[in-house]
């Protein structure tokens, strides 16, 4: 998923992505020291880079010393937290398949390290339309 991501938005970098799978209460606890949000939550998000534009990682140049790994020159997006037993309770409740969830999880979070949100009406139809596109080139739909 996060190579799809990544081509989705026509990347042309290597790339360096940290993804943790934790348990709900380290999950909540990360929630609450970066969010102030004192309940457990299924991903957490935290890009290295704020882009003007999303998607536009060739913006990371301008950053070039702080935005790339110097030993192997890939772009350093960021760290995804996941939270397993969140995303098979989601996965039941939205019944579809664990694996669907996960993937669903880690492209969600890999738009908002390439800068995408979704707290304007118009910012969460694009994510979700771009969330959409990603799962279903994967193949990747709601009955996987």
């Known amino acids: 998923m996060i190579r799809q991501t990544l081509a989705s938005i026509g990347c042309r970098y290597s790339c360096e992505v940290s993804l943790t799978l934790t348990d709900e209460e380290?999950?909540?606890?990360?929630?609450?020291?970066t969010r102030g949000i004192?309940?457990?939550?299924?991903?957490?998000?935290?890009?290295?880079?704020?882009?003007?534009?999303?998607?536009?990682?060739?913006?990371?140049?301008s950053d070039r010393a702080g935005s790339f790994n110097p030993d192997s020159g890939a772009l350093i997006l960021g760290d995804i937290v996941i939270c397993p037993a969140r995303a098979a309770a989601q996965a039941e409740e939205y019944g579809h398949s664990t694996k669907r969830e996960f993937a669903f999880l880690v492209a969600h979070s890999m738009l908002h390290l390439l800068g995408f949100d979704h707290m304007t009406a118009e910012q969460e139809e694009?994510?979700?339309a771009r969330q959409e596109e990603i799962l279903n080139s994967a193949g990747i739909t709601r009955s996987v």
């Open 26 to 33: 380290s999950m909540r606890a990360l929630n609450l020291e």
């Open 126 to 128: 694009e994510m979700t």
């Open 38 to 61: 004192d309940r457990v939550t299924d991903v957490l998000s935290f890009p290295m880079f704020q882009y003007t534009v999303p998607g536009r990682t060739e913006e990371a140049e």
